[in-house]
């Protein structure tokens, strides 16, 4: 079970992040490469194994029947100072492909409950990451 698996903050935001690549069953590629850089530009890749962390997700990803008790575990180990700046995280993991499933919807507010983010902050959060988004496709060209 994953209270055997996650003992650190390291691994918490590790767990959680992974968690928003593959929440919905469907990990897609730019989720998941932008999730690692986001482990790089935190710096958690030096304190702990990504791989083997993900190894572990998978392992026990199936046996999570109850999604908001796993995200207060996780939470409850991160203790984040700044709860709106983990849930923009969560959601530019999700949002990094410019798309959102019914299930990513439904984590996202699982996340915000957990993190007592009200709605109007989910919203603004939300949109913040579709503008960045917008902005950084048009900076492609």
Not at 39 to 49: E, Q, Y
Not at 63 to 76: A, C
Not at 91 to 99: M, S
Not at 108 to 131: F, P, W
Request: net charge neutral; aromatic share 12%; with cysteine.
């Amino acid at each position: 079970m994953y209270t055997d698996v996650i003992k650190s903050i390291s691994q918490a935001y590790c767990h959680l992040f992974f968690h928003c690549c593959m929440g919905d069953n469907s990990p897609r590629r730019m989720e998941t490469a932008f999730a690692a850089a986001k482990f790089v530009d935190g710096g958690l890749n030096s304190s702990i194994d990504l791989n083997r962390e993900m190894e572990k997700y998978k392992l026990y990803k199936p046996f999570v029947s109850d999604e908001t008790r796993f995200l207060q575990y996780l939470v409850g180990i991160i203790n984040p100072v700044n709860p709106l700046t983990l849930y923009f995280y969560c959601t530019e993991i999700i949002l990094c492909d410019g798309t959102m499933t019914g299930k990513e919807d439904l984590l996202l507010k699982n996340v915000a409950y957990v993190l007592e983010i009200s709605t109007t902050k989910q919203s603004h959060a939300r949109e913040i990451v579709r503008e960045v988004k917008t902005m950084e496709a048009k900076w492609a060209y």
